[in-house]
């Protein structure tokens, strides 16, 4: 397994570029992954870090944000930890759904909707006390890795959540913590 710690919000972004560029270009990921798996992943892990720089509050004192990963023979296997206070998953899942079904839909907000798309497996919960822990698998993407992104609500023809997302109304867990989220669209064959 390959860990890396970031403490620098500042420059975390470019730090994470640079890794994968390295792991490109070494074929450290390959396999299980091909050039679109790398990017794939590049993408989601992407995804979730900027969105903790840009909008997560961290606890009192230096932020931390881990990245391991660890490649299996068919599949990588990803885990983002970090200091912050963390948030409601679901609940910004909603939120985006809603930013869709507007008249003039943004282009903000897909990020997430691409990260449970594009991933298996994700789970998001508290760590230890004062972490929170962002894990997911992902496995090669098939040439039509993101047209799961939206689904036709087939009476308005607008894009729609899966129904098992918006059972969960409040963003809640049912009596445990969040886990293993229901994916829309299932990117790879066994």
């Known amino acids: 397994m390959s860990t890396h710690r970031f403490t620098d919000l500042t420059t975390v972004i470019d730090d994470l570029h640079a890794l994968f560029d390295a792991w490109s270009d070494g074929g450290m990921l390959r396999p299980p992954l091909n050039k679109d798996g790398e990017i794939v992943l590049r993408l989601a892990v992407h995804e979730w870090v900027a969105n903790l720089v840009q909008h997560a509050s961290f606890h009192v004192g230096v932020p931390e944000i881990c990245v ?41 907000g897909r990020g997430l909707l691409m990260l449970i798309t594009c991933t298996e497996t994700l789970d998001y919960r508290p760590a230890t006390e004062g972490r929170q822990r962002l894990s997911f698998e992902l496995y090669n993407p098939d040439e039509a890795i993101f047209a799961g992104l939206f ?23 049912s009596g445990d913590e969040l886990s293993s989220f229901p994916q829309p669209f299932q990117p790879h064959t066994r």
């Open 151 to 173: 689904h036709s609500d087939a009476a308005s023809g607008a894009p729609s959540l899966p129904a098992s997302l918006q059972s969960r109304g409040d963003g809640a867990a």
């Open 68 to 108: 391991s990963i660890e490649i299996r023979p068919e599949v990588v296997e990803v885990c983002i930890e970090d200091t912050s206070q963390g948030f409601d998953l679901l609940g910004q899942l909603e939120e985006q759904h809603e930013l869709l079904n507007a008249p003039a839909p943004s282009e903000r």
